[in-house]
Structures are given as structure tokens and as C-alpha cells.
């Protein structure tokens, strides 16, 4: 294996594969020649008018194009910090567009560039269900005792429903700060929708024990769980997970420090417990990437995350090997809607005085969700401290 190219336990496919569902209209062919320059010259028309964000999973062709790149964490503070444009191209999924549109004025559009590009774990928690939910945790006495805490990588409506219960937002950048302040207001977790993030943080950060959280079902009566169960928990955490980083299996872990001596193993938390408990390092993506960045020439890695982003790491360190923590491919299919063809559609549209594809909160549920996502902005420090998961 050379040092330069990132290594895959198996075959890469060409992430353009995974096309999005079509816009109506104009939507440039991905054969367009011209694409690039299309959005060049779009982008240049628009000049101030448009703020453009890029989440770090996204397409190259597309993050050459963002004005900022970032994680869910960091985008959200700029989307809020950035009060001047009046068209905000979010490139990334539907719920961080439902965020950036909560926290930006009322003057600014939100707009993704695909709407076909959802989150299979925001859809893993409808707020029909954990509605039903709450009343399983009222009925078993414990509401009143339990802060509801949601990922980022939910619907504007289960944040509204964490806000309106007292509750707090976070990312994988401040999920040990969400989770130590919610523990100062109530005696119970409740966890939404990521159940790996949950009991990752809960146990490797907290030091809470993995007998006291349990796992909310909504597919089974009751959660699936007594009401002693309940009584019992500290952390109840929902029954969702990320299909790409749920991908990531420890036997893969123990295969590439069998074929890369030396190698450090660094994941995401949205990773299941038993490969971060093995891994070197957990942390998001902004603390994947500071990593790798701070890396000794000559060092060896394999990382467990979205592909796009593992490709853009390997490439802007061919001094270090770099392998990738799976034997098939881990992109992000909704995250690779946005593309190119999109993306020009968009911006001319814009140009043309046309939005399309605006993402607009209900004002109701944007002001509960608003106050989940103030008390997450008001936690002390943006990115999380080390996790070395195997200390
Ligand atoms: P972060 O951007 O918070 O690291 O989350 C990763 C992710 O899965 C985004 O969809
Ligand atoms: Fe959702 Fe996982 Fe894709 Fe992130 S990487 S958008 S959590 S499916």
C-alpha cells in the first residue's frame, strides 16, 4: 500500500452514482461540460446576495463552491452569523436547513439545493411518536424528572417538542456539555434520535454505566421497556441510528491493526459503542479533521466516517497513510444528492430572480426549536475535548 491514495477494505464506487430525484425545470445533465463555470459565473452575478455552506460530508465538485465548510455545529453558528445575505445556499441535509432557516432573520431564505436530500436517522423519530413517547414517560412518573436532549440530526419539530420540555439541542461537537447541563436540570436523559451518540457520550464521557441507559423502541408497546425500566434509567435513548456510520463494525477494527502496524483509529460517535470503545480517538467531524490535520508526517490512520470527507483528508495529506474503516463504501446517500447539476440550478434560478427549493419552519414550532437551539449555542466551547476512548 502507498502513503498517497486512502485505502479502502474493498471497492470504491463513484459517489456520482447516487443521483438525486430531478428538478422540475431546467436541471442542468451531469454532462454538462459547463457546469463549472456556470456556477462560477452565477455565484460572481450573485456576489453578496448569496452566503453558501457546505457540510464537510458533501461532494468536492460542491465544497469548492462554499463560502464556509464546517460541521452541523459550526455551520449553524455561521448560517446565524451571517445576517447580510439574503439567500442562504445550505448545502448539506433537510434538518440543518431547517436549522440555519430558525436561526437566521426573517429577511433571509433558506434554500436546499435538493430536497430529496432527508437524513434516514432524522426520519428514524417522528414527532407523532415521540408525542406517544412522552406519555409512556409520564404514565411511568419520570416526565417531570427527564430533559429531553436532541441531536442536531432531527426534525425542527422534535426540537421544538426538546424546547418546549425544558430540553436542549446539541451536536457531536458539545454532546458531553448538553448532556452535563441537562443532568444540572433534571435527574433523567432522555436521548433523540441518535441512540449511538447517546450512550457513547453517556458512558465514555459521563462515566454513566451501560445498565442504566435504556433503549426506547417506538416500534414496540410501551418502547418496549417496564415502567420499572423506566423508573430505573438514567439515559433513555431512541431507537435511531446514522446508516453510514452504523456501517463500521469492531471486527473492522481489529482487521486494519492486523494490516496497518502502528495505525491509530479514529471514529465519529455516531459510531456503535463497541467500535468507539475500541477505536483511539471519537470525535465530529471538525475534531476528525483537526486531527488528522495535526498529524505527524508518516503516521498511519483509519477513519470512521463519511467517505467524501475521508477522500478530501487523504488527499490533503499524502505524507500520512490513510485507510478507510469499512470494506464497502460509507457515503452519505442523501448528502450526495446535492451536486453540481443542483447546485447551478439553484444559483441561475437565484440569478433569474427564482427561488426554489425554500426551506420555511412553521413560526410555532421555529420559536420552541429557537430556544432549544439558543440553550445549545449558550453552552461553553464549540468543540469537544479529546475523547481518547481507549484511556
Ligand atoms: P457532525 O456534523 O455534527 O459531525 O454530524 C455528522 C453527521 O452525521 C452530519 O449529518
Ligand atoms: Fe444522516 Fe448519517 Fe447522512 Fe449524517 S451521515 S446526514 S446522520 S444519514
Not at 475521508?310 to 444528492?337: E, S
Not at 426554489?356 to 437551539?373: F, G
Request: a negative charge; charged letters at 20%; proline letters at 5%.
Amino acid at each position: 500500500m502507498t502513503a498517497i491514495e486512502l485505502h479502502i477494505l474493498g471497492q470504491a464506487a463513484d459517489p456520482s452514482s447516487e443521483r438525486g430525484v430531478e428538478c422540475p425545470g431546467d436541471l442542468p445533465p451531469a454532462s454538462d461540460p459547463h457546469l463549472i463555470e456556470r456556477a462560477r459565473a452565477a455565484k460572481a452575478a450573485l456576489g453578496d446576495q448569496v452566503f453558501i455552506l457546505g457540510h464537510h460530508y458533501q461532494r468536492d465538485d460542491v465544497i469548492a463552491f462554499a463560502d464556509v465548510t464546517g460541521d452541523s455545529f459550526k455551520l449553524a453558528q455561521l448560517a446565524a452569523a451571517h445576517p447580510d445575505a439574503p439567500y442562504i445556499v445550505f448545502c448539506g441535509v433537510h434538518f440543518m436547513a431547517e436549522s440555519a432557516d430558525i436561526l437566521t432573520q426573517d429577511n433571509q431564505q433558506v434554500i436546499l439545493p435538493d430536497l430529496a436530500a432527508g437524513c434516514s436517522m432524522a426520519d428514524m423519530a417522528a414527532i407523532s411518536q415521540v408525542e406517544e413517547a412522552w406519555a409512556v414517560l409520564t404514565d411511568a412518573g419520570i416526565a417531570d424528572q427527564t430533559i429531553p436532549v436532541t441531536y442536531m440530526n432531527s426534525t425542527a419539530a422534535i426540537k421544538a417538542f426538546t424546547g418546549r420540555h425544558g430540553g436542549t439541542v446539541c451536536t457531536s461537537s458539545n454532546a458531553k456539555r448538553a448532556l452535563e447541563w441537562a443532568f444540572d436540570q433534571g435527574e433523567k436523559v432522555f436521548f433523540l434520535p441518535d441512540q449511538h451518540l447517546g450512550r457513547n457520550t453517556a458512558v465514555l464521557e459521563l462515566g454513566i454505566s451501560l445498565d442504566e441507559c435504556v433503549v426506547f423502541d417506538p416500534h414496540q408497546s410501551n418502547g418496549g421497556l417496564t415502567a420499572d425500566e423506566l423508573r430505573a434509567a438514567k439515559v433513555i435513548l431512541w431507537k435511531g441510528h446514522c446508516s453510514v456510520h452504523g456501517r463500521f463494525t469492531a471486527a473492522s477494527v481489529d482487521q486494519v491493526r492486523e494490516l496497518v502496524p502502528g495505525v491509530q483509529v479514529l471514529v465519529h460517535p455516531e459510531c456503535i459503542h463497541e467500535v468507539v470503545t475500541k477505536a483511539d480517538l471519537v470525535g465530529s467531524t471538525e475534531f476528525i479533521i483537526q486531527t488528522i490535520n495535526a498529524a505527524p508526517a508518516g503516521s498511519a490512520w483509519a477513519i470512521g466516517t463519511e467517505l467524501n470527507l475521508v477522500k478530501r483528508l487523504a488527499d490533503a495529506r499524502p505524507d500520512l497513510t490513510i485507510t478507510y474503516l469499512d470494506k464497502a463504501v460509507c457515503f452519505c446517500a442523501t448528502m450526495n444528492r446535492i451536486d453540481l447539476p443542483h447546485l447551478v440550478w439553484t444559483l441561475e434560478n437565484l440569478v433569474a430572480g427564482n427561488v426554489n427549493n425554500r426551506i420555511e419552519v412553521h413560526s410555532d414550532v421555529a420559536h420552541w426549536a429557537r430556544i432549544a437551539l439558543d440553550r445549545m449555542l449558550a453552552l461553553p466551547g464549540a468543540i469537544a475535548p479529546t475523547t481518547n476512548a481507549t484511556d
